[in-house]
């Protein structure tokens, strides 16, 4: 509820309780509830198919019917490049798969957040990802003056799937907060922050989204 003289000009919660707004002539808050159990799912999905492929790179045969890794570690001595180097692949296989698709799991299974700006400070609060009992929270404020460009934008993509929500520049660092963040909401949210005096440029990408939306309703 919003406190005593502050008109709400917006509030919405969505069915699934997931997203929860509230846009007064004071502030705007955004509230983003999520079970760590779906993280925990996704965590363990994507370990297994990492696995999976780690064993499929360990067994499947070279090109031109070389060796196998497995074979090429079994038959050479220990400490010696035959088994040094493809081990060293090996390795590297996961670290490359985790440093592709961090941005997008972590946004496709985000944690519980939340985003709050008045005339003053913006402040963004976000659940430890790998916390699912949702009880160690990180947060960071920011003088609004500091905070640059704030958009609705493509915020993390892999293999044509596209996760919309806000962006923005503040501390020195691009900060992408409220993943799949949908375009009526965003385009409610951006402009109730340029009322407060955030920077909030101009941009079609909330327009050409919303028209999109309507089209398919």
Request: glycine share 6%.
């Amino acid at each position: 509820m919003a406190p005593l003289g502050h008109d709400v000009i917006f509030s919405k919660t969505m069915p699934d309780h997931e997203f929860h707004f509230e846009v007064t002539n004071e502030y705007v808050y955004v509230r983003r509830n999520v079970s760590g159990k779906t993280r925990f799912l996704a965590l363990a999905f994507f370990s297994g198919i990492m696995i999976i492929f780690m064993c499929l790179l360990l067994i499947m045969p070279g090109k031109h019917g070389a060796p196998s890794m497995w074979h090429s570690m079994s038959t050479a001595a220990f400490g010696s490049f035959g088994f040094l180097f493809p081990f060293f692949l090996l390795l590297c296989f996961p670290l490359l798969i985790l440093v592709g698709t961090k941005r997008y799991v972590r946004l496709a299974y985000p944690s519980d957040e939340s985003f709050r700006c008045d005339q003053s400070t913006l402040c963004i609060a976000r659940v430890r990802w790998f916390d699912i009992h949702n009880e160690h929270w990180e947060s960071s404020s920011f003088a609004l003056s500091d905070v640059q460009e704030i958009k609705y934008k493509a915020i993390a993509s892999l293999r044509g799937m596209t996760i919309y929500g806000l962006r923005l520049k503040a501390g020195g660092k691009t900060l992408r907060i409220l993943p799949e963040l949908k375009p009526v909401d965003a385009e409610r949210i951006l402009l109730a922050l340029k009322a407060l005096g955030a920077d909030v440029p101009d941009d079609p990408v909330v327009s050409s989204k919303l028209k999109n939306d309507l089209s398919l309703q």
